[in-house]
């Protein structure tokens, strides 16, 4: 099913012409409003450039006739169902390959293939580019190497590989569909409107959790509200800074939308006046090859005086703030009960919006 001239890849959102972040968030949010018919409401006229007009979702919908292959590397509960039903949703088919569960295991090297592995990843992306017309890939960080993982290189050889559009969900260094869903999400909190209307403060905070999880979301969620024209202060303790190039993306982003980046290793301080706490757990980008160090670390702060747990005096320091978190999140350590229990937690709201960014992000692809 090879497709003439440059595919459509979304690996994250810096790759794609700014543009159609703007069609994709209107669109995400018209699916939200329940635009089954998408002809109407506020995405149509964002998308027309970009799109021949598909509409309606559904068995006539944009995807009709077509098929999504999601690879899954790691586990999942939200990408996984969403992008599912976003797929069938548009009226496409959908299969989904857990590789070693039920599929040969995929190996990645040059070496000889003397392991467990029974399938090269060429071969294996070769394969399936023959049967989908988009292949969705969910492939976490190494851990252990940076510079693999800051290039999200592993993804790149996919990338390099297939015939077909590739869809990001969730690499080393992205999760561009949990980014357009929670840019959904601020804008329906009224932030980012445009026009400098609802600027809004966002605070990005470090949270604490037994194991070093990796940059993408932290990372796409910066990048995302300051695309928004939010003040953004990413909220962390020292020596848990996220990647400098990040932020200098995020400030080049803030620059041309009005908002700003600022980091601070004080939480308390963040808190005041925040609009927006986006709550968010990620090693130190400075332990990286050094495991034992870094699990030092997250333990001195999580036993030390400030916990960095979000919690309800915490929450009570802010302008009375939307909670946020992509999720799964641990209670109790990332945050409180009954911050999630508050009339402010919307983390279940932008779980929603993941079904209709994603169907914003396929229909961007088919049109
Ligand atoms: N937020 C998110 O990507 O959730 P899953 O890991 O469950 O897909």
Same mark, same amino acid.
């Not at 635009?35 to 995405?43: I, Q, T």
């Given at each position: 099913m090879k497709t003439e001239g440059p595919l459509r890849h979304l690996?994250?959102?810096?790759? $794609?012409? #700014?543009g159609v972040w703007d069609a994709c968030l209107e669109r995400a949010l018209a699916f939200g409003a329940g635009?089954?018919? %998408? =002809? @109407? #409401?506020?995405?149509a006229s964002a998308m027309a450039g970009a799109?021949? !007009? /598909?509409?309606? *979702? @559904? /068995? #006539?919908?944009?995807?009709?006739g077509r098929e999504v292959v999601l690879l899954f590397f790691n586990d999942s509960l939200r990408t996984r169902v969403s992008m599912e039903m976003a797929a069938r949703g548009l009226g496409a088919g959908v299969s989904t390959v857990v590789p070693g569960q039920g599929t040969w295991g995929f190996a990645w090297g040059? %070496?000889?293939? *003397?392991? *467990?592995? /029974?399938?090269?990843i060429e071969e294996a992306v070769g394969v399936l580019s023959r049967y989908a017309d988009v292949l969705g890939v969910r492939l976490f960080a190494s851990g252990t190497d940076l510079e693999a993982d800051r290039t999200d290189a592993r993804l790149r050889r996919i990338t390099a590989t297939a015939s077909v559009p590739v869809v990001n969900l969730e690499s080393a260094w992205y999760h561009p569909c949990q980014a357009l869903a929670d840019a959904a999400v601020l804008r329906r909190l009224g932030?980012?409107?445009? @026009? !400098? /209307?609802?600027r809004g403060k966002f605070v990005l905070s470090w949270a604490p959790h037994p194991r070093a999880l990796p940059m993408a979301v932290p990372n796409s969620a910066v990048l995302a509200a300051a695309r928004l024209g939010m003040e953004v202060t990413v909220a962390r303790?020292?020596?848990?800074?996220?990647?400098s190039a990040v932020i200098r993306a995020a400030r080049a982003a803030a620059a041309g939308s009005g908002g700003s980046v600022t980091e601070s290793s004080d939480q308390r301080a963040a808190f005041e006046g925040a609009d927006v706490i986006y709550a968010k757990s990620w090693g130190g980008m400075g332990r990286y090859a050094d495991p034992a160090a870094e699990e030092a670390a997250r333990l001195a702060l999580v036993e030390g005086?400030?916990?960095w747990r979000v919690t309800a005096p915490l929450m009570a320091q802010t302008k009375n703030a939307a909670f946020m978190h992509c999720l799964p999140l641990r209670r109790g350590m990332v945050v409180d009960a009954d911050v999630l229990r =508050?009339?402010?937690? $919307?983390h279940l709201e932008q779980a929603e919006y993941r079904l209709h960014a994603q169907k914003a992000i396929l229909e961007w692809i088919w049109s």
């Open positions: 690996l994250n959102w810096n790759e $794609v012409p #700014a635009a089954a018919d %998408a =002809s @109407g #409401a506020a995405g799109s021949g !007009g /598909a509409a309606r *979702t @559904g /068995a #006539a919908g944009p995807g009709a040059d %070496a000889p293939m *003397t392991g *467990t592995e /029974a399938e090269h932030f980012g409107g445009g @026009g !400098g /209307a609802g303790p020292e020596g848990f800074g996220l990647d005086p400030a916990s =508050s009339e402010n937690a $919307v």
